[in-house]
């Protein structure tokens, strides 16, 4: 559907929250990440997340995630194709991270509430969502909001995220919800028709697509593009996809043995045959390869296939 | 004892983890957070914690704190009585305040963790202490780990804290346990005498002395200054301080029924009748009025005054 998709240019479908590859000093190795982005493009990826929990984005200062914004859009790279993740602690460093992505043309902005401090009012949070839209000041701004509880502390519950879409319709758009809880993702499609939610493993894409969201962005679809686009893809033509999707949610969980970032820079470093994966910034820290050994094996028995 | 205050150059007693005053624009009022920390000085702290939870270290950008050290040391306060507040998520961000916060003569460093990722490894905390430590590269570097897993999610588990201690003893010297446990508080300074504790909270001041910790570094200590300040020091004239304590300790208590930044600045905007106390950065938001009076009627009951 060729007119549909230059006409629709809010993002559906399959994205991956990229890994940020790293240099020896772990400064931002633009030129592996818009490889990698464009490896995933390939497999079947509609596009990239950039600077999301999986791209270690929280230990990357201001002006490194601006850098890198920068250098994958150097690299070739389309920013309709890409998300950004710029949601920061301090409401100043949001609005310039944000007004970047949006002036770079990014397709959408992800972004994490205030995660330091908690609990902190629905009122709070409105506050600073408002404060952010207000001071980007760019009718091109498309939020998705980053639902990710069990790191920030800080959950969109359903009635803030109905009091932001209302307040903000044409800004603030769908959801990355990775709160793994079906009731939530349930209730916020059933109370916003047309809210465009994406599941945040790929584990829910079909139940997502069933009530009304629009894709997934997942830390594993750096490994299950192929598969999960396939579903995607599958899924829209009106097909059966209760098998692959089942191969897919069975994959996923066998990544589920480690924390994502180690275990997938570990294992694409297997994969591709490039040490230069195993570089990470503290606090994260490589884990034992006998454990990367045993996903490893698990999600090739299960099926997947990543050439070198 | 102007001999050994002069000579032990580590900081010790009680310290005001400060409010930060905002102009109307909610930039920082450094003329206004210059007095306030003068008036705690006054009322017999030891010293003010800037950047810390309570000063809402976590709203404001890399140059923005940078701006604020800055900013109150132009208005006069010593440096040597301020610990300050540098721990961020990114390492580049860490080092580089903390750079700055050493060369500007802090009296101590105080350190959260990377406070995004978790669950992490202590294996991955140590790696990032370590680069932070070797990046700093300042031998004046005296860093008090800010232990607070209720708002970071990342605890200093005693066995981590040991082994910062023992790798980096001129550097790693203290902690500031806002955990509220009285066991990890304990474990800590059994498993490591001479290591500087502070405790998060007046409640425990008297507590932590008696097993070799140095004083208390509190949101609340904003208010309680003159009265904490006093069991401090008969404490150290070796006075029996169980009744004022007590009357510490209540007082503490009646303020937790709010959230302390809220809490603090809608009642020394009441007590200083001062209403540009009442900004604060979302996602702060004031409380409701009712509730401050109670506060405020209870902290009076239990004897607290604060001079206009």
């Given at each position: 559907m060729p007119a549909a998709s230059t006409e629709n240019l809010l993002p559906d479908g399959v994205f991956a929250a990229s890994l940020t590859p790293l240099s020896e000093d772990m400064s931002v190795?633009?030129?592996?990440?818009a490889a990698h982005c464009r490896w995933l493009l390939e497999q079947g990826a509609d596009g990239a997340a950039l600077l999301g929990t999986t791209g270690e984005a929280n230990s990357f200062g201001l002006r490194e995630r601006i850098g890198l914004i920068e250098g994958v859009l150097e690299h070739g790279i389309p920013s309709h194709r890409l998300l950004v993740g710029t949601g920061c602690c301090a409401f100043p460093d949001t609005v310039a991270l944000t007004r970047f992505a949006v002036e770079s043309g990014a397709g959408g902005i992800l972004m994490l509430p205030p995660f330091y401090y908690k609990p902190v009012s629905d009122e709070g949070l409105y506050r600073y969502f408002s404060l952010v839209v207000d001071q980007v000041k760019d009718s091109r701004l498309r939020i998705y909001l980053?639902?990710?509880?069990?790191?920030?502390?800080?959950?969109?519950?359903?009635?803030l995220?109905?009091?932001?879409?209302?307040a903000f319709p044409d800004i603030v758009v769908g959801m990355k919800d990775?709160?793994?809880e079906w009731a939530h993702m349930k209730e916020v499609c059933e109370r916003l028709p047309g809210f465009r939610l994406f599941a945040g493993t790929e584990r829910y894409l079909a139940d997502v697509l069933n009530i009304g969201g629009v894709g997934c962005i997942s830390a594993t679809a750096n490994a299950t593009v192929a598969l999960a686009a396939e579903v995607y893809r599958r899924w829209r033509a009106g097909e059966d996809v209760s098998a692959a999707q089942a191969q897919l949610s069975a994959i996923r969980q066998a990544f589920e043995a480690g924390g994502f970032v180690p275990v997938l820079k570990q294992l694409f470093a297997r994969w591709q045959q490039k040490p230069e994966w195993l570089q990470m910034r503290p606090p994260m820290a490589p884990l034992p390869e006998s454990l990367i050994d045993g996903i490893a094996a698990e999600v090739e028995r299960l099926g997947l296939r990543i050439a070198p």
């Open positions: 190795d633009y030129q592996a990440l980053y639902h990710f509880p069990k790191l920030t502390g800080v959950p969109f519950s359903a009635a995220t109905e009091r932001l879409a209302l990775s709160g793994g």
